[in-house]
């Protein structure tokens, strides 16, 4: 049987400039096509309110989280019940940075102490610290420019695979070439998640993290042209 992957979409909710007709979630067409190629079936999560049901995601048995601009309480919905449950993750772009960025903030608020649900509780500690808050690191002038149909190989960089790391298994080889957007960044020097990636720049960017053998992320978009399908086919994995 086909495994059902949840495509986790980016969210435009709250922006207080528009008008409430302007609320979307917005599931990029590359991932569900590339999950289909990897012999999933795509469904889309449709949080309300930036909240997803247990029984939405009971329905998946693993989850691709796609690139966008800052994270919402379903985020870390995911993060906490792919932890829970043992299922098989993806994070591309922001879903990569999802990772550290989960854990890190699970870690400062069990410090703390706290009452409740866990995610709850992580989504009060970063409304708390502000809107210009971030535990990443920021890498000013490491984004392309915008990429044009067909122009993909224009935003690509190379890519060090860390051998021996659940990546390199993935796909096989030391090196990969990927278009990369981002501007934040999972710290270099941050223990709670296993780098696999860097930047063949030199720059020192991180390109990849992962933890334990079912939770995978990649800086880079090998969803834009299909040439990584095996980054994917990880998805359809027992």
Known sequence: MKKIIGVVPASSLGDMTKSTMSDHYRVGNNYTKRVAEAGCVPIGMAPVDNWLSEEAMD???????????????????IMHHVLTKGKRYLGICLGEQ???VYLELKRRVEERGYEGDLVKA??????????????QQKIPDHRSGAMTRGGEDAAKHDVNIVPGTLLHRVVGRDT???????????????????????SAKGDGVVEGVEYGDRILGVQ????????????????AED
């Open 59 to 77: 329905l998946c048995d693993g989850f691709i989280v796609q690139g966008g601009d800052e994270f919402y309480p379903y985020h870390y919905q």
């Open 98 to 100: 999802l990772i550290y």
């Open 122 to 135: 992580i989504c009060d500690y970063v409304q708390k610290q502000g809107p210009e808050f971030s535990v």
């Open 176 to 198: 990969m070439r990927l278009a990369s957007f981002h501007y934040l960044n999972t710290p270099p020097t941050q223990t709670l998640v296993p780098i696999n990636a860097w």
């Open 220 to 235: 880079g978009h090998p969803e834009v042209d299909g040439l990584l399908p095996e980054v994917f086919r990880f998805l």
